[in-house]
Nanobody
Framework: QVELVESGGGLVQPGGSLRLTCSAS????????IIWFRQAPGKERELVAT???????DHAESVKGRFTISRDNAKNTVYLQMNNLKPEDTAVYYC???????????WGQGTLVTVSS
């Protein structure tokens, strides 16, 4: 069984920083891509950032220049560095891993980020 576990969330003031971690139970290069999503109460789930097996990255316009997705293959871990946080970034953040060949997607349990004074 493949599992993903998110960590690193918490309460931070506007303008502050957090680094989220997505830890996988298998090598992350097993997946075609790993994606960070977020969802605030009563709102649609939003794609935040993507990293592919080949290391290509993409970030949503709302976070571009503030958030950076990266990985440590040896540690089976993907990170989301979040800088200059804003109240509208408040959400539960999830990571998802995709294996297109096996029609498989795996979700983590989520970690809560609260940006507030």
């Amino acid at each position: 069984q493949v599992e993903l576990v998110e960590s690193g969330g918490g309460l931070v003031q506007p303008g502050g920083s957090l680094r989220l971690t997505c830890s996988a139970s298998v090598p992350i290069l097993s997946f075609d891509d790993i994606i960070w999503f977020r969802q605030a109460p009563g709102k649609e789930r939003e794609l935040v950032a993507t990293i592919t097996r080949h290391g290509n990255t993409d970030h949503a316009e709302s976070v571009k220049g503030r958030f950076t997705i990266s990985r440590d293959n040896a540690k089976n871990t993907v990170y989301l560095q979040m800088n200059n946080l804003k109240p509208e970034d408040t959400a539960v953040y999830y990571c998802k891993a995709d294996d297109f060949t096996r029609y498989l997607e795996v979700w983590g349990q989520g970690t809560l980020v609260t940006v507030s004074s």
